[in-house]
């Protein structure tokens, strides 16, 4: 039965440099980038050398402890560069595009003619099984467990990201025949969830097969995370998979065209940019022709992601294989002096800190600077306000920190993510890295469960 879910806690944080929903046409980049530390628990092993030729969707390294999972050259092309780094660990896989995508070719099938095994082994061969990741962990799913649930998040609540609803406009057909598919992965519901504050696209709340969830509230509530919390929590020993639109659309390539594509629509936002919009690219793309003429000068911080969550990166970065937000703001190096003591009637606060909370429909510009160092860990109960999950998550955090597996167990670790605790991190008093903390935890409990 669909649920309908409200929540209390979080915060939305408004922000100046929204994209407008318009598409903008962007010259094709000469360097595509293919990086195994997008992918948490990885260990790569090549299969491609310097000098190789290969076809979109053929594999370029493997999963070293399950061979099975292919990662795919998102176009063809050539391979020119290996980047490695300390103790030779591959950094990068660099590929030089052809003018035109020559495709490898995959079996093509209708979701009523194929098995599960059968999905799963397409998915396996071509490149596309990376999409689908697990929880707990938030790594890439084993294809040999069965999931209790599967996961889409149809929106995003972190501030600046993509609108999905107008990324997919026009893609109903092609979003079904995704789901389609998607279902058979598991013998429980696949979850399809949907923002409570709007008026959803046609393409999600016409959606056939799914249990379609509407899910109101601040940030974070388009986190898979939270929505899993209070929709279908995880026990020690249980799996969910979970995946973004986006990745529904690529499934539903392969299975109709044969094709390994991982086109994407991006949203180039922030306030450093002249004029945000939305393009059409492909995971893995150099950024620097997105932003060519687009930003402003001056000292500015780029992310693949969204504000909270992202990768800082450079002018000549990469879109992250799961990033469908590219986010720029001011770096902000500049010290303030007694900024904490004036009345603060442009500068955002979670808290009533600052006079600007008389205004909470207002917009601010944000920079990278996080106005202090690292100090003393202290109890202030900012975290309960802003994580809308039934746990303790300062004695969840303290207990990750001492590598307290039996501890961390207790208080709820197979559940959370460190993009859950993103606004932890905003409003630490402490200046904690929370997420790196979440991150290092799971790494640990998940090598411990092995």
Known sequence: MSKEIRLKKGL?????????????????????????????GLTPKLVVKV????????????????????????????????????????????????????????????????????????????????????????????????????????????????????????????????????????????????????NPSTVFTRAKGVEINKISGAHPAGNVGIQIHHIDPINKGEVVWYLQPQDVIAIARLFTEGKYDVSRIVALAGSQVKKPKYYRTIAGASIANLLADNINDGDIRIISGDILTGQHIDVNGILGFYDTTITIIEEGREQEFLGW???????????????????????YSLNANMHGEERAYVMTGEYEKVLPMDIFPAHLIKACMIEDIELMENLGIYEVSPEDFALCEFVCTSKIEVQTIIRNALELVRKENS
């Not at 994209?19 to 997008?38: L, W």
């Not at 442009?346 to 205004?359: C, G």
Request: hydrophobic letters at 40%; a positive charge.
């Open 12 to 40: 939305n944080i408004n922000l100046i440099g929204e994209a407008d929903k318009v598409y903008a046409s962007v010259k094709p980049t000469k360097r595509y980038v293919v990086k195994p530390t997008d992918f948490h």
């Open 51 to 198: 000098g190789e030729k290969v076809k979109a969707g053929s594999s370029l390294f493997f999963n070293k402890y399950d061979d099975k999972i292919n990662f795919c050259a998102p176009v063809s092309g050539e391979v020119i560069d290996i980047v490695r780094g300390p103790k030779r660990k591959i950094l990068e896989v660099v590929l030089k595009p052809d003018s035109v995508i020559d495709y490898k070719q995959f079996t093509t099938a209708s979701a009523k003619s194929i098995s599960r095994e059968q999905i799963i082994d397409s998915m396996l061969k071509s490149g596309i099984w990376p999409f689908i990741r697990q929880k707990p962990y938030d790594i890439i799913a084993n294809p040999s467990d069965m999931p209790k649930a599967i996961f889409i998040s149809a929106f995003n609540s972190a501030p600046l990201t993509i609108d999905n609803d107008f990324a997919l406009y026009g893609m109903d057909e092609l979003f079904q025949k995704g789901l389609d598919y998607i279902v058979q992965l598991t013998s429980g519901k696949t979850h399809l969830n949907i923002d409570g504050n709007t």
């Open 341 to 363: 003591i004036l009345p603060g009637l442009h500068k955002f606060s979670a808290s009533k800190t600052f006079l600007s909370w008389l205004t909470p429909a207002k917009k």
